[in-house]
């Protein structure tokens, strides 16, 4: 253990190490209004990263109206921070990002090739290593509990304030509400690298949830199945091309716009 402690203490010092997770869905508008108990309210959705190096969090929230919980999602996201990141800091040649075992979320061959591309696009080392199951707990939870204390609002605006505002010390949280119009679609195996990230082909061999890390180079994508394994190579495919995931807003059913309405008076009258 205390070695393990001492390699990670020497991974911050030497090379960005970021945790990400993702919080459970909010409803918005929050109040305590008997009225509003069995209203439909709209659903708002948060992805956060926290970098350990520098100590700063960085929150992502949109609601359902602008985008879903698919991989294509959390695949965007992640792809579109660390290049801004690596961008701003040209000398980051290497990134470490911990995450949990989530399956559509994490293990996904749309979040792989989206890791995929900004390796080759930026010419860096990037790995990805799953917490094992039992010891997810990291500080991407520390900032929820944070959040969660300071949450109230009747809009998703009101959330990002409150996410602004939530920690002082040592930084605030950086807060980016996102819109249907800011996400990109990896939709087809045709503008995908891999088809898959299974590291097995027949029954009995290990499979997605199995692996412990991937490493994203400019040749490809290597995986271990344990800690201590050396690195293996999958097979590289073809290049990316990147659409817009949505041409406009999401719908939402009459009988939540219609309970959204009705909440109008309870908040004017609060």
């Not at 020497?10 to 109040?31: A, C, D, E, H, N």
């Amino acid at each position: 253990m205390n070695a393990k402690r001492w390699t990670k203490s020497r991974q911050r010092k030497i090379i960005p190490l970021y945790r990400v997770g993702q919080w459970t869905f909010r409803r918005s508008p929050k109040t305590q209004a008997s009225c509003m108990f069995y209203k439909t309210k709209l659903q708002l959705h948060t992805f956060t990263l926290f970098c350990l190096d520098e100590r700063s969090g960085y929150c992502y929230l949109w609601d359902e109206s602008n985008g879903g919980l698919n991989s294509d999602i959390f695949a965007w996201i992640q792809y579109s921070h660390f290049k801004n990141i690596l961008e701003a800091k040209r000398h980051n040649k290497t990134i470490i990002v911990w995450t949990d075992g989530c399956g559509y979320q994490n293990r996904k061959v749309t979040v792989s090739n989206a890791y995929l591309h900004l390796a080759k696009e930026m010419k860096v080392t990037i790995t990805q290593k799953f917490l094992v199951h039992g010891h997810t707990q990291m500080e991407c939870d520390s900032m929820h509990s944070v959040i969660e204390r300071k949450i109230s609002g009747y809009c998703p605006r009101d959330y990002v304030v409150v996410m602004q505002s939530a920690c002082k010390c040592p930084k605030p949280y950086h807060v980016t509400q996102l819109t249907f119009a800011d996400f990109q679609e990896w939709f087809s195996d045709l503008y995908m690298y891999v088809s898959s990230i299974c590291p097995g082909k027949k029954a009995g061999d290990p499979a997605v949830h199995d692996l412990r890390a991937l490493k994203y180079t400019e040749v490809g994508i290597s995986y271990q199945l344990n800690f201590d394994d050396d690195f293996v190579k999958l097979p590289p495919r073809q290049n990316v091309t990147l659409t817009g995931m949505y041409e406009s807003r999401l719908p939402i059913k009459k009988r939540k716009y219609d309970d959204l309405q009705a909440l109008k008076y309870v908040i004017q009258c609060t």
